[in-house]
Nanobody, 122 residues
Framework: HVQLVESGGGSVQAGGSLRLSCAAS????????MGWFRQTPGNEREEVAT???????SYRESVKGRFTISKDNAKNTLYLQTNALKPEDTAMYYC?????????????????WGVGTQVTVS
């Protein structure tokens, strides 16, 4: 019954790296969209990176060139490689999956959510 489980978060110094993993159930893994979102206290959950079934990726501007979203189809697992981490990257990171909206992998089109993994950068 658990459909998405994140792991790989932790505490790192600025400039460090983490690889976040999202283990998905088989049916959820077939979703049109999969992605990573993050949230800090008092703020809205925001897109970090998404990928659709055609392999099209999207990144928020502040992480471009530093983060990479990828999938391992053999393991039904979504990854987020985070490099050159900055203190402003500190947040709870959530894995999500869904059908998207009008072909775009935006937050309202994500139907399934994990419980999150904390990333803290100092």
């Amino acid at each position: 019954h658990v459909q998405l489980v994140e792991s790989g978060g932790g505490s790192v110094q600025a400039g460090g790296s983490l690889r976040l993993s999202c283990a998905a159930s088989a049916v959820v893994y077939t979703s049109y969209c999969m992605g990573w979102f993050r949230q800090t206290p008092g703020n809205e959950r925001e897109e970090v990176a998404t990928v659709d079934s055609d392999g099209i990726t999207s990144y928020r501007e502040s992480v471009k060139g530093r983060f990479t979203i990828s999938k391992d189809n053999a393991k039904n697992t979504l990854y987020l490689q985070t490099n050159a981490l900055k203190p402003e990257d500190t947040a709870m990171y959530y894995c999500a999956a869904g059908g998207g909206l009008s072909g775009y992998c935006v937050r309202p089109g994500m139907y399934h959510w994990g419980v999150g993994t904390q990333v803290t950068v100092s």
